[in-house]
């Protein structure tokens, strides 16, 4: 089974913008808390953002400004808007979830597959 489902990658051109999606598989699992990294070529893996289950969030101070990230709990999705892009935003990027399958009460850690996301002219 398939807990977190990644989509929206894709090039762009700078200045452009992508929404990805990261997506809980139904209603078997409540996502907690979440986040976006990614890792470009030749990069140690960064976070981007994350967001509670509450709503609070956090970015990295090169992304501030221009990326949102949030959630819909009802349907278990987290999303991250990237608007004016720049080349340096190209990397493969992974959501994260921390998560609790229904009927039970331990939190287990999950990765998306990742999806890539290329910001060239």
């Known amino acids: 089974q398939v807990q977190l489902v990644e989509s929206g990658g894709g090039l762009v051109q700078p200045g452009g913008s992508l929404r990805l999606s990261c997506a809980a598989s139904?209603?078997?699992?409540?996502?907690?808390?979440a986040g976006w990294y990614r890792q470009a070529p030749g990069k140690q893996r960064e976070l981007v953002a994350t967001?509670?289950?509450?709503?609070?969030?956090n970015y990295a101070d090169s992304v501030k400004g221009r990326f949102t990230i949030s959630r819909d709990n009802a349907r278990n999705t987290v999303y991250l808007q990237m608007n004016s892009l720049k080349p340096e935003d190209t990397a493969v990027y992974y959501c994260n979830a921390d998560m609790v399958r229904l009927g039970y009460s331990a939190h287990q850690d999950y990765w998306g597959q990742g999806t890539q996301v290329t910001v060239s002219s």
């Open positions: 139904g209603s078997i699992f409540t996502i907690y808390g």
């Open positions: 967001i509670t289950r509450g709503g609070s969030k």
